[in-house]
Each structure stands twice: as C-alpha cells, then as structure tokens.
C-alpha cells in the first residue's frame, strides 16, 4: 500500500494563476517533506522542503502548506508559468532516515 | 561537470546480456542511492550507500548487483533481466549528514529497455 499518494495524476492551469499540487501521507512517522520537479528526458529536482514542526515554508514562487492532523500536504505555485509545465513528485521521511517515500507525481501543465 | 552524472543515458540489452549503469556525484556527497522509476509508479528505492558500505538494500533481485568503489562513483551492474525490469533508473547522493534537511539530488537517469 502506498503511504505517500498524490491522487491527481495531472493538472492543468492558466498561465498566471495558481496552482494546487496535492499529497496525502498515511505514515503518521514521517516528519520531513520535499517537492521534487522532473522534466522529461531530466532526474528529478529538488524544489522545496518543509518540517512537521512547521506548517508553511515558502520560497518565492513557491509554498508549502502541511497538515498534520490531515496528513496532508501541498505545494501551491503563483503565479504559475509556462516553465513550471513538469511532473511534481512529493517525496517523505522519517526520522534521520537515509529513505525517501515518493508519490508517483502530478503532472502539471501551463497553458500560456 | 557538476551535479550528479549519469552514462548511459538510454541502454537497450537482451535478456541473456550483461550490462552496467554508472553514476558519478560531483557534490562532495557521501551517500548514493539507485532508484527504479516504472512507468506511472513511485520511484522505488534500489540501493543506499554511505561512505561506500552498502546500508540498504530494499529486496531486490540479484540480478542488479551495486558496487561502490569509492563515494563519488556508484554503479548497478545487470545480469540476465527480465523485460519487466524496463524502466528509468536514477542516481542520487546526498551529504548524509543524518540531519532531516539531507537533501538528495539526482541524475538525469538511464532508461533501461530489456527485450
């Protein structure tokens, strides 16, 4: 069984507007989270991370929201763009765990 | 270079073959790690090295067999696959500092075919 999913398989938005990445966990252990993006043909990138003792980092463009009780998380990008079209993984970890739990990703397109 | 290198990028091999993915970190890392992306699944981990000593080794076949030389090179060697083995492998490394924030980076990947 899964314990990282992103649900949504792809998601599309408007150039400009925002967009919502989702992840749900069902490991109540894990408590450090990263968003990786990942063109084709490219590994995956680190984008951003957050810890459970917090419930937002952001950086720029980019913000991540965490909800513990929900085992929920989320990456909102905005305003989005046409260069943020990629697949977005959401990655998990336990502890000082050396493993990464990844979700099987969003793909995000941007229409200009 | 820089980053974290990859070779071959694309490898198409027959069932009976041997061949061997090589990574190459140039970040200064002590950690490497062997992903297996299958197509609309979750990066699996393969392997996890820390200053060269295998620590983690998720139950896979042995016909992928790792060897880490030294901490900047990391290599999967294969042997009879079977076609179900297609798919994208990657490479990471990270500090290993055992602190949350490890971050890891990853190569571009091999994309595997098996016939």
């Known amino acids: 069984d899964q314990q990282v999913k992103q649900n949504s398989p792809s998601l599309s938005v408007q150039e400009g507007r925002i967009s919502i990445l989702n992840c749900d966990y069902t490991?109540?252990?894990?408590?450090?989270f990263l968003w990786y993006k990942k063109y084709p043909a490219e590994g995956p990138t680190f984008l951003i991370s957050i810890s459970s003792i917090k419930d937002k980092n952001e950086d720029g463009r980019f913000t991540v929201f965490l909800n513990k009780s929900a085992k929920h998380l989320s990456l909102h990008i905005v305003p989005s763009q046409p260069g943020d079209s990629a697949v977005y993984f959401c990655a998990a970890r336990s502890g000082s765990a050396r493993q990464l739990t990844f979700g099987s990703g969003t793909q995000l397109t941007v229409l200009p | 270079e820089t980053g974290v290198t990859q070779t071959p990028r694309h490898l198409v091999m027959g069932m009976t073959n041997k061949k061997s993915l090589k990574c190459e970190q140039h970040l200064g890392h002590n950690a490497m790690y062997w992903y297996k992306q299958s197509a609309k699944k979750p990066l699996e981990l393969m392997f996890v090295?820390?200053?060269?000593?295998?620590?983690e080794n998720n139950s896979v076949p042995s016909r992928f067999s790792p060897e880490c030389p030294n901490s900047s090179h990391l290599f999967l060697h294969l042997h009879t696959l079977q076609p179900e083995d297609s798919a994208l492998y990657l490479c990471?490394?990270?500090?290993?500092?055992?602190?949350?924030?490890?971050?890891?980076?990853f190569g571009p990947g091999t994309r595997l075919t098996v016939l």
């Open positions: 090295y820390s200053l060269e000593e295998r620590v």
């Open positions: 990471a490394s990270s500090q290993a500092s055992g602190t949350p924030g490890d971050t890891q980076y």
């Open positions: 490991n109540s252990m894990f408590d450090y």
